[in-house]
């Protein structure tokens, strides 16, 4: 089971470069997430990896060795497709076979009508036959083995594609968005059995999502991609509890975490948007910056006093077991009057039973404890030392 | 049932009815035909009703003609037309649809062109080139020279077929250890085996119809098609009608039987279920 490592990957389409010098290691059995939005190049990654695409320049290496000239069946992998790219003309048998019939295939057994008679022979091999009946036991599809795709339903025809990957027992497993052509109620139910398969094949798993409950709830580690450019590699608790920038913050949690354009003097911290105060412990110098806050250290209603926003609120997502307040902060001059609508909204995560009305104004509650900074030009995160409660409410 | 929908339906089988006489009728009157003697097709008229009782005539009708080897020759002129245009064009259309090459475009154009032209007007220059290549007076010759007319018609054919089908599919392939000439044969071509089926349709009654480039290039009558033969008939003094269309519909058999068997394979939706849609 190889470790991968990408030095300085670079993927270009024509002058349009997709992958930015792409540095990572991942390690043996490691359960590993290409995160971002939709074209920021995770897939290319994943198809790099696979030797689909080619790489423009830096090197692939599994175990140190280069792979950047090796076909897709040199290097051991396997890979589950977004739209699953079963064949359709084959049955669920001869589909999960296919692989094992592929590595059977001696030079001359590819030329064409020998092919198609030597797949059949092959097929009805014991070793072949039985290694099917196991893997589709496992992934309980025996039912099914003699039904074509076209009679499968989306959950069935994913199963027989994460048999077909299954069935080769390769080193790495990459799989391109596989749950996002189901219903949620499934997609949740076979993020688990991914999670167990991955625990009990105990082999690296690479798989890309833009959904970033999959890549909390299965990875061991989080690669958040934009634009091609690596923009945090960590734990789903690292990237969650301290993102590397605001790209991350505002991508990674539901909803995302809360950015606050601030103003720091003389260690006193101001809301720029409206000049509310803020007591924050350990703040950086005098300068602009924006203030991270996770919906969860917001909560409604404040008990009052020290450490308090004012605002209206505009949202309310009852999720049963919690709900979602959404607030605009009063404008500079509080007249009474509701902020614009195109003002940004805020974010707090409080117990299901509280209730607002649309408008209402609030007054919420800032646990500042679990606080980030970023550079207000760059966006990068900031690191501080240790917390001392400095300011207050003037 | 309202009289405004058996009216409808009225309507629609008289019209279907209408149409029925129209295509079959020809196909009527000439077994009917068939089943005539020269005397009543020339003087007294023919039989309203095909006169069954007489189809051990036929036999007798076509003795003098070598019906069974011109039959011989343009199965072999249709089968070789078919099988020919199918491997190249399966081959064009591939390549076509999947790969990226200069002048692709240009190579796509070049297959179109050669539908621009008349056969008519391409049969001196192919005389000609059949001179210096040594052609004359072969089905083989004649089998090429058709290929060179179905061929791109089934490029276009094949290419659409091919273009609908995801990459993905052929991708997951090359990941599960398939080369490309076994993604080709074991993936592609059961997939685009309708469009395959309508190609073979297509080049297999050119080759079977082929008249032109056989008056032309072959000049052995054992070596005619039917079709040739078919017009040898037709004497200077008189016709037997009778024999004609009774060699007509000899020669119209295979092709008919030919048609029934591929047809079934042209059906649609065998992509279903590939991909999620």
């Given amino acids: 089971m190889p470790t991968l490592t990408f030095d300085n990957v670079v993927k270009h389409y024509g002058d349009t470069t997709v992958i930015h010098d792409f540095n990572a290691e991942i390690d043996d059995n490691e359960f590993l997430v290409l995160l971002g939005p939709s074209g920021c190049g995770k897939s290319t990654m994943l198809r790099m990896i696979a030797g689909l695409t080619e790489i423009s320049s830096g090197e692939l290496l599994f175990d140190g060795e280069p792979v950047n000239g090796l076909e897709p069946r040199e290097r051991n992998i396997a890979f589950v497709f977004q739209s699953y790219a079963l064949y359709p003309h084959m049955t669920v048998r001869d589909n999960i076979a296919f692989p094992l019939i592929m590595d059977r295939f001696k030079t001359w057994h590819h030329i064409p009508i020998v092919n198609a008679l030597m797949r059949r022979a092959i ?84 798989y890309v999502t833009h959904d970033q409950v999959e890549a909390m709830t299965m990875a061991s580690r989080i690669i ?21 920038n605001t790209f991350v913050a505002k991508f990674v949690g539901s909803p995302p975490m809360n950015l606050l354009d601030v103003t720091v003097t003389g260690g006193r911290v101001r809301i720029a948007e409206n000049g509310q105060p803020l007591r924050i412990s350990t703040v950086p110098g005098d300068g602009d910056y924006v203030l991270g806050l996770r919906p969860e250290n917001l909560s409604v209603p404040g008990p009052g006093g020290e450490n308090t926003i004012d605002g209206y609120v505009r949202t309310v997502e009852n999720l049963g077991g919690e709900t979602i307040i959404g607030f605009q902060l009063p404008p500079p001059h509080d007249d009474g009057t509701l902020t614009e609508d195109d003002a940004p909204v805020r974010y707090a995560r409080v117990p299901g039973t509280v209730r607002y009305d649309i408008g209402t104004a609030v007054r919420v509650s800032v646990d500042t404890g679990e606080a980030s900074w970023f550079d207000a030009a760059s966006g990068d995160r900031m690191t501080l030392d240790h917390p001392t409660l400095i300011g207050g409410r003037s | 049932m309202t009289f405004g929908r058996i ?17 079959g009728f020809p196909v009527y ?20 009703w095909p006169r069954l009782d007489r189809v051990g005539d036929i036999p007798g009708k076509l003795a003098d003609v070598p019906i069974a080897s011109w039959l011989m020759n343009s199965g072999v002129i249709a089968v070789g037309t078919t099988l020919l245009s199918l491997m190249l064009a399966v081959l064009a259309a591939y390549a076509l649809s999947r790969f990226k090459f200069h002048g692709k475009g240009f190579a796509g154009f070049l297959l179109f062109s050669t539908q621009m032209l008349p056969e008519a007007l391409l049969v001196v220059p192919l005389f000609s080139i059949f001179v210096t290549l040594g052609l004359l007076n072969s089905l083989h010759g004649l089998v090429l020279a058709n290929t060179a007319f179905t061929m791109p018609i089934s490029v276009f054919i094949i290419k659409a077929a091919i273009d609908r089908i995801p990459y993905e599919i052929e991708e997951s392939a090359r990941v599960d250890g398939c080369p490309r000439w076994s993604q080709l044969s074991l993936i592609v071509m059961p997939l685009i085996l309708p469009s395959l089926a309508a190609a073979a349709v297509i080049n297999f009654f050119d080759g079977w119809n082929e008249f032109l480039f056989a008056n032309t290039f072959i000049a052995d009558q054992d070596k005619w098609p039917a079709s040739v033969g078919l017009v040898s008939f037709i004497g200077q003094y008189g016709t037997p009608l009778a024999s004609v269309i009774s ?4 020669f119209t058999l295979p092709a008919l039987i030919f048609f029934l068997i591929v047809q079934r394979k042209i059906v649609s939706g065998l992509t279903a279920g590939a991909v999620k849609g």
């Fill in chain 1, 123 to 206: 097929a009805r091999r014991p070793e072949v036959a039985d290694r099917v009946d196991e893997v589709a036991e496992m992934l309980e599809l025996t039912d099914y083995l003699s039904r074509r795709p076209k009679a499968l339903s989306g959950g069935q025809r994913q199963r027989v594609a994460v048999a077909r990957a299954l069935v080769r027992d390769p080193s790495i497993y990459l799989l391109d968005e596989p749950l996002s052509n189901l219903d949620a109620k499934l997609r949740a139910q076979m993020r688990a059995e991914i999670s167990a398969l991955h625990q009990r094949v105990g082999k690296t798993f690479v």
């Fill in chain 1, 224 to 244: 958040v991609l934009n634009q091609g450019v690596v923009q945090q590699i960590g734990t789903p608790e690292e990237i969650y509890a301290r993102p590397a």
């Fill in chain 2, 7 to 23: 009216l409808g339906r009225a309507i629609r089988v008289v019209t279907l009815a209408i149409f029925i006489v129209f295509a």
């Fill in chain 2, 29 to 48: 009157w000439m077994l009917s035909t068939a089943f005539s003697t020269d005397a009543e097709l020339y003087q007294t008229g023919q039989s309203w």
């Fill in chain 2, 247 to 250: 060699a007509a519909i000899l």
